[in-house]
């Protein structure tokens, strides 16, 4: 099946950095790649839908100043939380669109701004 | 607009029953696609199963059936022979327009010994 990886799993950092997340396709390509972030006990919210050569298109409500999104491969989605502060902390998780229109899920990125 | 609704927080059941989640949809495009995710305490989202709108038989995998009620506008899913490694939350979900998912508030199963 398809799989789909992402890195780092965890992370810690102080407030004013940037941290970036990294999602990669393993044994497919994705020209079109989401990202979606979970607070506690709620549900998934799509940030920005990724597209390989192209600017990513962000959901109401997103600053995309903050949250940068490459594509810059067809295997590889990056998201930069810059200027992190610790209300961006949050479970971030990517997935890649399969051909038949099916999204294959990361295993997310826990990330906690102290 | 499009929208999942999720409306058991929680459910608990005895290991080895039967157990339906719902789900309740409501979108105005005739065509559409419902999904079920399970999440466990990881993180990872499991895809468990898919019905597209036009599709004429109720998904079936393994040990988890759709209920899909069109006219309802209703996509249960249900588990059968419920086992511990259940125990979880479970996300609905659409497709909107050509790929973009949203997601219900999800329901936590717990399974019981």
């Known amino acids: 099946g398809a799989v789909v990886s992402q890195h780092p799993s965890r992370v810690i950092c102080k407030s004013g950095t940037s941290v970036k997340i990294e999602c990669r396709s393993l044994?497919?390509?994705?020209?079109?790649m989401f990202w979606y972030r979970q607070f506690p006990k709620q549900s998934l919210m799509l940030m920005a839908t990724s597209n390989e050569g192209s600017k990513a298109t962000y959901e109401q409500g997103v600053e995309k100043d903050k949250f940068l999104i490459n594509h810059a491969s067809l295997t590889l989605s990056t998201l930069t939380v810059t200027s992190a502060h610790p209300e961006d902390s949050s479970f971030y998780i990517c997935s890649a669109r399969g051909l038949n229109y099916e999204q294959y899920f990361g295993p997310g990125t826990r990330l906690t701004v102290t | 607009a499009q929208k999942i609704t999720q409306t058991q927080p929680g459910m608990f059941v005895q290991e080895k029953e039967a157990v339906t989640l719902d789900c309740t949809y409501d979108?105005?495009?005739?065509?559409?696609?419902l999904f079920w995710y399970k999440q466990p305490s990881s993180g990872e989202m499991i895809f468990l199963i898919y019905q597209g709108s036009y599709d004429q038989q109720n998904a079936t995998e393994g040990r988890y059936s759709l209920n899909f009620q069109k006219a309802r506008k209703s996509a249960n899913l249900v588990i059968s022979a419920s086992q511990l490694g259940d125990s979880a939350m479970y996300f609905c979900?659409?497709?909107?327009?050509?790929?973009?998912?949203?997601f219900g508030q999800g329901t936590r199963l717990t399974i019981n010994p």
């Open positions: 979108t105005s495009d005739p065509s559409y696609g």
């Open positions: 044994d497919f390509q994705a020209t079109t």
């Open positions: 979900a659409m497709r909107r327009g050509a790929q973009k998912l949203v």
